[in-house]
Nanobody, 115 residues
Framework: VQVAESGGGLVQPGGSLRLSCTASGSNFIFSLYVMHWYRQAEGKSREWVGSSVKDITTYADSVKGRFTISRDNTQKMMYLEMNNLNAEDTGVYYC?????????WGQGTQVTVSL
């Protein structure tokens, strides 16, 4: 399974950004699998941001109410809409899925929240 993120960049505090994630591969039917967002700040361990499967989305408390996950199964895309960003949201954002007990990660996309 190939996973890839895009859409990162520099944004001011209070601003918004939308990240995209695509996943594809043989024997991988995008609509059936849970897709996850994670992030990793410099010097810190990777942390879970949220997950999406079918009509169910779940979020970490730190982003609840500010981040929204959506997906377009026909395009094999998942999105992370991030609003009211602050410096603590800075980090590399990763997309992940699991197939046959194997984890597949993208290369990550950098989000920097700064003046």
């Amino acid at each position: 399974v190939q996973v890839a993120e895009s859409g990162g960049g520099l944004v001011q505090p209070g601003g918004s950004l939308r990240l995209s994630c695509t996943a594809s591969g043989s024997n991988f039917i995008f609509s059936l699998y849970v897709m996850h967002w994670y992030r990793q700040a410099e010097g810190k361990s990777r942390e879970w941001v949220g997950s999406s499967v079918k009509d169910i989305t779940t979020y970490a408390d730190s982003v609840k109410g500010r981040f929204t996950i959506s997906r377009d199964n026909t395009q094999k895309m998942m999105y992370l809409e991030m609003n009211n960003l602050n410096a603590e949201d800075t980090g590399v954002y990763y997309c992940k899925t699991v197939l046959s007990s194997r984890e597949f990660w993208g290369q990550g996309t950098q989000v920097t929240v700064s003046l």
